[in-house]
Every structure is written in structure tokens, then in C-alpha cells.
């Protein structure tokens, strides 16, 4: 068995999230350890320079934004190599993440009309991440997978049939936008809507509360595992 390290200042339960997740430690309980964490930031990070690099090669509109890159010729050059490292980000990302991530039985049941109906029931069964939240995950893989495609046709635009380029520029955009209205609303989410969550991503610690709300079934499974 690990041992955690008491220093003066430090949350024990921090120091564990180092490089253990799913325990509790006092009144938190690590949810996601150092390196789930730095996946996770890294998605966030790539594709942020995806965004302000592209922005401006999309339109006008955002042209102030190629300044901060040393111009709209600089952005170009640089957002095929941001949108490889987005890709395999995400990439990386998915195959560490992949088991929890797993639809359950129940969890495909209740998309749909059910998720409606069936909230109290839904809520739960909520294991460490709900079925909305397994949803957007395979979702990012999914635009990852369509934004690589769609934008080496459009780096290599000689080599393409000019149908084939109109449609991965059409694919493009359209993930694009919804990427864009997608991480606005995670953030929300994971802000001003859930408080407690953004730290699970800092920390790599939450509240026993917080857990007992938010992800019944995965707080009781914890505390079962304690006992």
C-alpha cells in the first residue's frame, strides 16, 4: 500500500491525486489523478490554438487575432500542425479514458424520451460520468476523426477532386461550429452550473457531497470499497 506523505501546506488528498484517482482520502475524494489531468488540458490547450489560429483563415471577421501569432501567413502555417497535435491529444485521451467511458446498459435506455422521463432514476445510477458526459466524450473523438480528415484534404488541395474539397471545407466548418458551441457549454457546465467540478480538473480532488449528488452510484462503489 502507498503511503501519502503529510507535508505542511498540502492537501493530503492532493498529494494522492499525483498518481492514484477513484480513493478517498478524509473528507475528499480524488476523482482524477495528475496524468488524466494533463491529458485532459492538453485537449483544451491544442485545441484553443486550433481556434485562434483558424479563426482568422476562416474570416475577416476575427483577422485581429492573427497578430497574436505574427500574422494571418504565420497562422496558416501553424494550424495544420496544431490540428495534428488536437488529434492526437484526443487520441491519447481516448484510450485512457476509454473503459470508464463504456455506455452502460441502463445508460443507453435512457437517451432519448426516457432521460425526460426517467431523471430521479437516471441521476441515481450516475456512475463517475453520466451518459451526457460519455456522449460528449465520444463525440470530441468523432470531430477529432473529422476535423484530421477534412483538413488534409484542405492542406493538400491539388490532390483532391474539387467536390471532394467543397465537402471536406463544408465538414470542416460545420464541426468546427459545433466544437466551438460544444466546449462553450462544457465549460459552463463544469463551472457556474456544477461548482466543485472545475477543481476535479486542478486539484484532481471533489467533495464528498459533491460526489454524493452529482455521481450517486460512483460515491456509494467508493465508500462499499472503503468499507
Same mark, same amino acid.
Given at each position: 500500500?502507498?503511503?501519502? =506523505?503529510?507535508?505542511?501546506?498540502?492537501?493530503?488528498? /492532493?498529494?494522492? &491525486?499525483?498518481?492514484?484517482? *477513484?480513493?478517498?482520502?478524509?473528507? /475528499?475524494? $480524488?476523482?482524477?489523478?495528475?496524468?488524466?489531468?494533463?491529458?485532459?488540458?492538453?485537449? &483544451?490547450?491544442?485545441?484553443?490554438?486550433? +481556434?485562434? @489560429?483558424?479563426?482568422?483563415?476562416?474570416?475577416?471577421?476575427?483577422?485581429?487575432?492573427? &497578430?497574436?501569432?505574427?500574422?494571418?501567413?504565420?497562422?496558416?502555417?501553424?494550424?495544420?500542425?496544431?490540428?495534428?497535435?488536437?488529434?492526437?491529444?484526443?487520441?491519447?485521451?481516448?484510450?485512457?479514458?476509454l473503459k470508464d467511458m463504456r455506455m452502460t446498459k441502463e445508460e443507453r435506455s435512457w437517451i432519448g424520451p426516457k432521460?425526460?422521463?426517467? /431523471?430521479?432514476?437516471?441521476?441515481?445510477? @450516475?456512475?463517475?460520468?453520466?451518459?451526457?458526459?460519455? +456522449?460528449?466524450?465520444?463525440?470530441? %473523438?468523432?470531430? !477529432?476523426?473529422?476535423?484530421?480528415?477534412?483538413?488534409?484534404?484542405?492542406?493538400?488541395? *491539388? *490532390? %483532391?477532386?474539387?467536390?471532394?474539397?467543397? !465537402?471536406?471545407? +463544408?465538414?470542416?466548418? $460545420? #464541426?468546427?461550429?459545433?466544437? %466551438?458551441?460544444?466546449?462553450?457549454?462544457?465549460?459552463? +457546465?463544469? @463551472? %457556474?452550473?456544477?461548482?466543485?467540478?472545475?477543481?476535479?480538473? @486542478?486539484?484532481?480532488?471533489? #467533495?464528498?457531497?459533491?460526489?454524493?449528488?452529482?455521481?450517486?452510484?460512483?460515491?456509494?462503489?467508493?465508500?462499499?470499497? =472503503?468499507?
Open positions: 500500500m502507498s503511503v501519502v =506523505r503529510h507535508e505542511p501546506g498540502l492537501d493530503p488528498g /492532493v498529494l494522492r &491525486a499525483q498518481r492514484a484517482e *477513484d480513493v478517498v482520502v478524509g473528507e /475528499v475524494i $480524488v476523482r482524477h489523478k495528475l496524468s488524466s489531468r494533463v491529458i485532459h488540458w492538453a485537449v &483544451a490547450l491544442t485545441f484553443f490554438l486550433c +481556434l485562434f @489560429t483558424g479563426l482568422p483563415i476562416w474570416t475577416p471577421v476575427f483577422a485581429w487575432m492573427d &497578430a497574436f501569432f505574427g500574422g494571418l501567413s504565420v497562422c496558416r502555417v501553424l494550424h495544420p500542425y496544431f490540428g495534428f497535435a488536437f488529434t492526437l491529444a484526443v487520441a491519447v485521451m481516448f484510450f485512457d479514458w432521460l425526460m422521463t426517467r /431523471v430521479e432514476e437516471h441521476i441515481s445510477e @450516475t456512475g463517475k460520468y453520466n451518459a451526457g458526459q460519455k +456522449l460528449y466524450f465520444f463525440g470530441v %473523438a468523432l470531430g !477529432a476523426v473529422g476535423t484530421l480528415v477534412s483538413g488534409l484534404v484542405m492542406f493538400l488541395p *491539388d *490532390d %483532391a477532386p474539387r467536390l471532394l474539397r467543397e !465537402a471536406a471545407i +463544408l465538414l470542416h466548418d $460545420v #464541426t468546427f461550429i459545433v466544437f %466551438a458551441v460544444s466546449v462553450i457549454v462544457h465549460i459552463y +457546465l463544469s @463551472t %457556474a452550473a456544477e461548482p466543485g467540478t472545475f477543481e476535479s480538473m @486542478t486539484k484532481g480532488t471533489v #467533495t464528498r457531497p459533491w460526489a454524493r449528488f452529482h455521481h450517486p452510484r460512483w460515491f456509494r462503489d467508493l465508500m462499499g470499497r =472503503r468499507g
